[in-house]
């Protein structure tokens, strides 16, 4: 059994829980229920839609999911420091844009409650470094941002390091419930576009694992299959992390929604045989004229799907609208180290010396997306217009 890796912190974290995981032969409720509770992670039920939580606050302790581990282990990771917090984000233990911006949050908020005096001036200085550190974590991940900047003005109104602690963990548990809640409406809406026995393609993950909800791609996917429009998925594995293979295979067979992975570079040749109705992804960030980042290889499912005449959907919370961003070529976009695509599961396949390119996310134009889906309505192009029209309906 491994174990529990120090965060960079000097603090480490505590193992709540590490198991195998079973091969998923359980059938019936009550089986998949034993089964979950001795995983010891917690499921909800949202339009019979099992939910799983990647982050939690427990009384002072941020707990997070460990992403890196699945689906092989399920490890949750309780931290006492906020910056064994910045270092899970960063580490992508916790990953997705929405998912980061709620960690943020529940970061910010540790750090709060780490803070020792009730000087307010310090706490405000203090807090400052602490957004500063979070923005440094994923640079292209909008919600991140978004996040902070809710703190922020949360923080500009207290008086008392008392009312900001108490105050900045209540605006934490707002956003999450609020994610929770955009999920289900976007699903709602994304649902309805699909065709009867619609066999849909997707690629890294978009489920409970990357936000505070039942997902935004894939939770348009679970919520057209238990409405019986849904035929199969086709999950790309999503190289070089393997984001679609670990996590969104994992989360469509706990819940025994139809699907085959097929790896990244067999999308067209299932486009050319007129198998795929539509293609569903997340998104990372969008700019105001409708260009999207979203994980590396979005863009060439994109020019794919666009050749096809295949519909290209991008499903994303108002959240994650950068109305501040033109275009998206002011997007910017993180690269990450060489060893995510030289080694795969800790074993290196090039030869040593090899040099790499590694961005983690492309730019999609918005003149090859069908539609972008919130939990606000669905925008169409005219972007520009649309998206603004969108965003000033939320609260």
Not at 28 to 50: H, K, N, S
Not at 241 to 255: F, H, I, N, S
Not at 288 to 306: C, E, F, P, R
């Amino acid at each position: 059994m491994p174990k529990p890796q120090h965060c960079g912190t000097g603090v480490p974290p505590v193992l709540r829980l590490m198991s195998r995981m079973p091969k998923p032969h359980l059938h019936g409720q009550d089986a998949w229920a034993t089964f979950l509770i001795c995983t010891g992670i917690l499921w909800l039920v949202a339009f019979r839609a099992v939910k799983v939580r990647p982050i939690e606050w427990q009384e002072g302790v941020v707990c997070i999911l460990d992403q890196t581990q699945l689906p092989e282990w399920v490890v949750v990771e309780e931290f006492t420091d906020w910056r064994g917090v910045a270092e899970a984000i960063r580490a992508m233990k916790v990953r997705g844009a929405p998912a980061i911006g709620i960690t943020a949050a529940y970061g910010i908020a540790l750090a709060a409650h780490q803070f020792e005096g009730e000087e307010m001036s310090q706490f405000r200085a203090f807090i400052g470094e602490v957004f500063q550190e979070f923005a440094r974590t994923r640079p292209t991940a909008v919600n991140l941002f978004w996040a902070i900047e809710r703190m922020q003005k949360v923080l500009n109104t207290c008086t008392t390091v008392r009312e900001a602690r108490e105050r900045l963990l209540q605006e934490a548990h707002q956003i999450l419930q609020e994610d929770y809640e955009a999920d289900v409406k976007l699903a709602q809406y994304g649902a309805l576009l699909l065709p009867p026995q619609a066999r849909v393609m997707t690629l890294c993950n978009t489920g409970a694992l990357a936000t505070g909800g039942i997902g935004t791609a894939l939770g348009i996917i679970r919520v057209a299959w238990q409405q019986g429009r849904l035929a199969k998925a086709y999950v790309c594995e999503t190289r070089p992390r393997l984001q679609g293979l670990r996590l969104t295979t994992w989360e469509l067979l706990q819940e025994g929604i139809p699907f085959q992975l097929i790896t990244d570079n067999m999308a067209g040749w299932l486009m050319a045989q007129g198998k795929v109705e539509a293609v569903v992804v997340g998104a990372d960030r969008i700019a105001v004229n409708g260009d999207t980042a979203n994980k590396i290889g979005t863009y060439s499912l994109a020019v794919l799907a666009h050749y096809h005449r295949i519909p290209f959907y991008v499903a994303a919370p108002t959240s994650s609208i950068d109305l501040g961003t033109p275009e998206g070529k002011a997007i910017p976009v993180e690269h990450r180290d060489a060893t995510e695509v030289t080694h795969i599961g800790g074993l290196r396949l090039a030869p040593q010396g090899t040099p790499v390119l590694n961005p983690a996310f492309d730019i999609t134009p918005a003149e090859l997306i069908t539609a972008i889906i919130t939990e606000h309505g669905v925008a169409q192009p005219p972007y520009t217009t649309s998206l603004r029209e969108l965003c000033s309906k939320a609260p």
